[in-house]
């Protein structure tokens, strides 16, 4: 395996960064998971803007251009002969003291860019519906740190889903701190009650699967809603799902114990799977080996 690092591509063993990366010592930084089909990057170019404005946000300048990061995803994948794949781009701000101060890291970010197969949830989830719940942990209050950006500190969401495999699920609704519903550990959440979609507006992240199926949603002329969901409000919709770039899109068929319509995945999740399978094949940036 090639891993990117810093413009070049190295052995596995050999790609390693300093224990004095303040990406280790404090999570300092910024990722994006990405997913490549039939040598196509999936929305690429967005992936790389939320990439972007989270190291706007953490003033990280990785001296890379947009086109020279994108450039760098597609050469890495190449290397590794990777069709279909799953891409992890990390920008750590880099070397500093054991400070917290961010001016004394005076070397530049380390770009980390790693190209590798996906693993999925069992494929009889997609078949059946997957069983969530709602944890204790709540999502990080956007005046703390913002659920919308992609930060290396994922402790908030590693919290919840202990608390979901603890007890048993593999996915858990987070909930805002005024107690609506925010999302899950690594997924959106969507629920559609007649003939609306709805999914969380903020304290969420921005995901790049969200987006792809409000987009797919209201081409099917199905009425779209952001904005605050409860959780009476998912027990009570007639179907429910989850997407993300790892899992793309998850029936889910309980949660909390309340079975969500007729307990088995609904119509309207499985159009909409189909459309996003559709897309995966003509949206993104083609590249030959
Ligand atoms: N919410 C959160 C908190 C995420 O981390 C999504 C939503 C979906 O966004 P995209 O852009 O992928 O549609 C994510 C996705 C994992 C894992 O192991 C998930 C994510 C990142 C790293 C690992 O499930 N992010």
């Given at each position: ?5 810093n ?67 597609v ?30 890291c ?19 989830l ?8 709602t ?16 930060s ?20 858990a609704i ?19 009650k007649?003939?609306?979609?709805s ?53 889910i ?7 969500i ?26 590249y030959?080996?």
């Amino acid at each position: 395996m090639k891993i990117y690092l810093n413009g070049k591509l190295v052995e596995k063993q050999d790609a390693r960064v300093s224990v004095f990366d303040h990406g280790f010592l404090y999570g300092d930084g910024a990722f994006e998971g990405i997913r490549s089909y039939g040598s196509r990057v999936f929305r690429l170019d967005q992936h790389i803007d939320r990439l972007y404005e989270t190291m706007h946000t953490l003033m990280i300048d990785p001296g890379m251009t947009k086109k020279q990061m994108s450039d760098a995803v597609v050469v890495t994948l190449r290397a590794n002969k990777i069709k279909d794949g799953y891409i992890r781009l990390i920008v750590s701000r880099g070397d500093g003291d054991l400070g917290l101060d961010p001016r004394k890291c005076l070397g530049r970010p380390n770009v980390i860019i790693i190209a590798d197969k996906i693993t999925l949830y069992p494929a009889e989830l997609y078949q059946k519906g997957m069983e969530i719940i709602t944890v204790p942990t709540a999502k990080n209050s956007p005046n703390a740190l913002n659920p919308q950006l992609k930060s290396l500190n994922y402790l908030n969401n590693i919290l919840a889903k202990m608390e979901a495999s603890l007890s048993g699920y593999n996915e858990a609704i987070m909930l805002e701190q005024n107690g609506y519903v925010g999302e899950c550990t690594g997924d959106n959440v969507f629920i559609y009650k007649d003939g609306v979609l709805s999914t969380p507006h903020l304290g969420r992240l921005k995901g790049i699967t969200c987006a792809a199926i409000l987009e797919l949603a209201l081409k099917m002329k199905i009425k779209v809603f952001e904005g605050y969901i409860t959780r009476h409000e998912v027990y009570n919709a007639n179907e429910c799902f989850l997407t993300g770039t790892a899992a793309e899109l998850i029936p889910i068929v309980k949660v909390d114990g309340r079975v969500i319509g007729n307990g088995k995945p609904g119509l309207v999740t499985k159009k909409l799977l189909d459309a996003f399978h559709q897309l995966t094949k003509k949206d993104g940036v083609k590249y030959d080996m």
